[in-house]
């Protein structure tokens, strides 16, 4: 595997970490407007990119041609937030997530559709092995194929896995990395801002802390994210984006005192075996064995 395909497992890897950090602090900050949430999670994310470029004394310049994939990226990504959201709302959590984490799938469909990046079937074998272990940990409820809130939640997936299609044409394109998460966290926080407005809840301190930090942690996880998908194609490295689960299952551990059973164990090990084999076919896959 070459340098820049390790450079794409090890950010997809940390991103994975970093959204599992912002739902922790999303939970933790409490009962307040989904919209709320999202508006503040993309806000903080924004103020960090502009610090980013500013540090970096890069300019916020759209390079020839590539405002259209810039406005594509965003609304899928806007839409994938909202979906998500909603289906947290009105579904079971295990049943949202379980939507969510089709974002991987749509990731590889999508590169195959605008990009033409080809994916074997054995690197199809192992994502649907990822997502079988995947269920293993969510265990998705019969609800979640008669509610209409799991269309949400699918489009959700789709929404995500689209949007990394067009982060990964920026990347080609040689967009600027901070200025791609900029562009994001601005355009979702203006669509979020009329539903802020009218349905603003008054926060604690403490709900405002958890709720910047959880936008801390959705820039850490935007940037890593960028970067993973800038360096390798979706087909390398999707797979290991359903690390977050893990991640997830470990802060669950500490912080909510939440204990995996025997079900979610087989998952785990389920998803870290495809992780590893992705990893030992890519490697001989460039070696050329």
């Not at 409490?30 to 508006?39: E, R, V």
């Not at 300019?59 to 041609?65: A, F, H, L, R």
């Not at 080609?172 to 802020?196: D, Y």
């Not at 992780?275 to 001989?284: E, G, P």
Request: proline share 3%; charged share 10%; glycine share 8%.
């Amino acid at each position: 595997m070459n340098t820049k395909k390790y450079k794409g497992v090890i950010y997809i890897i940390l991103s994975a970490f970093f959204f599992a950090l912002m739902s922790m602090f999303i939970r933790l900050s409490g009962d307040i407007p989904s919209f709320q949430k999202a508006f503040f999670r993309n806000f903080v994310a924004m103020a960090i990119s502009v610090i980013t470029m500013i540090k970096h004394h890069e300019k916020p310049v759209i390079k020839s041609g590539n405002l259209i994939y810039l406005v594509m990226r965003s609304i899928c990504g806007t839409v994938g937030i909202i979906c998500n959201f909603y289906a947290i709302d009105n579904l079971n959590l295990s049943d949202a997530s379980m939507l969510n984490k089709m974002s991987p799938f749509f990731a590889i469909i999508f590169s195959f559709i605008l990009l033409k990046e080809k994916i074997s079937p054995v690197q199809a074998l192992i994502v649907t092995g990822a997502f079988i272990g995947s269920v293993f940990i969510v265990k998705p409820s019969s609800e979640i194929l008669s509610s209409p809130a799991s269309l949400a939640g699918l489009l959700g997936g789709m929404g995500a896995g689209t949007a990394y299609t067009f982060v990964r044409i920026l990347g080609q394109k040689g967009e600027n990395k901070s200025f791609i998460v900029l562009f994001f966290s601005a355009f979702s926080c203006l669509v979020f801002l009329p539903f802020l407005i009218f349905d603003y809840h008054d926060m604690t301190i403490k709900q405002l802390i958890f709720l910047i930090l959880a936008g801390a942690s959705a820039a850490g996880g935007q940037f890593s994210v960028t970067s993973a998908y800038c360096y390798a194609p979706a087909k390398e490295i999707s797979v290991y984006d359903y690390s977050q689960l893990i991640f997830a299952t470990i802060l669950g551990f500490f912080v909510f005192g939440q204990i995996p059973d025997k079900l979610s164990i087989i998952g785990y090990a389920i998803i870290i075996s495809m992780a590893v084999i992705m990893f030992i076919y890519n490697n001989k896959k460039t070696d050329g064995h």
